[in-house]
T-cell receptor
């Protein structure tokens, strides 16, 4: 596709249920990020995938959160046993990583809005 | 750890007034990027600065990258309602090039 695609766009779930969010990056983009954005707040880094390198998971807030990416394609973010505090917009972004630490611009998806009741 | 700090958190202006947001990094950056997020939207890339002392303009927006490549600013001249949103700066982490983000500055136009 032309841009970063995320699904679902909206998800309402009950506390304690598991949810899976999907991100389809721009073809050829080796870098992929997941961010969480609570209402009125900034971007909270969750996880970073770059090519075949080990992902940077330093932003995952608890062991209930996990993410996978197969090669340079689709990524899924899974939240187990959801809590009300998990309610937020989850944004995915992809980019090229250029030579000389010149990180390419990030292209964001529209986000997945998660509401935990 | 490596940090990018951005101030102010909010700025209220009358339409037509100027707006400035400042970004400071704890380390020298190879480049810095600026993004705008409209209310209800997702961040959209505005510009990337790479050179020491670089100044770039996009219509009423002026972006600067400091000589030491540790600070940057975005200045908007004569704000308009279309400028409303949150402006973020971001720079690459030394170790793996992922972007480190400032907290953002929200531009609010007073009614």
């Amino acid at each position: 596709g032309a841009g970063v695609s995320q699904s679902p766009s909206n998800k309402v779930t009950e506390k304690g249920k598991d949810v899976e969010l999907r991100c389809d990056p721009i073809s050829g983009h080796t870098a992929l990020y997941w961010y969480r954005q609570r209402l009125g707040q900034g971007l909270e880094f969750l996880i970073y995938f770059q090519g075949n390198s080990a992902p940077d998971k330093s932003g995952l807030p608890s062991d209930r959160f996990s993410a996978e990416r197969t090669g340079e394609s689709v990524s899924t973010l899974t939240i187990q046993r959801t809590q009300q505090e998990d309610s937020a917009v989850y944004l995915c972004a992809s980019s090229l990583v250029l030579a000389g630490a010149n990180t390419g611009e990030l292209f964001f998806g529209e986000g997945s809005r998660l509401t935990v009741l | 750890g490596q940090q990018v700090m951005q101030i102010p958190q909010y700025q209220h202006v009358q339409e037509g007034e100027d707006f400035t947001t400042y970004c400071n990094s704890s380390t020298t950056l190879s480049n810095i990027q600026w993004y705008k997020q409209r209310p209800g939207g997702h961040p959209v890339f505005l510009i990337q600065l790479v050179k020491s002392g670089e100044v770039k303009k996009q219509k009423r927006l002026t972006f600067q990258f400091g000589e030491a490549k540790k600070n940057s600013s975005l200045h908007i001249t004569a704000t308009q309602t279309t400028d409303v949103g949150t402006y973020f700066c971001a720079g690459p982490k030394d170790s793996n090039y992922q972007l480190i983000w400032g907290a953002g500055t929200k531009l609010i136009i007073k009614p």
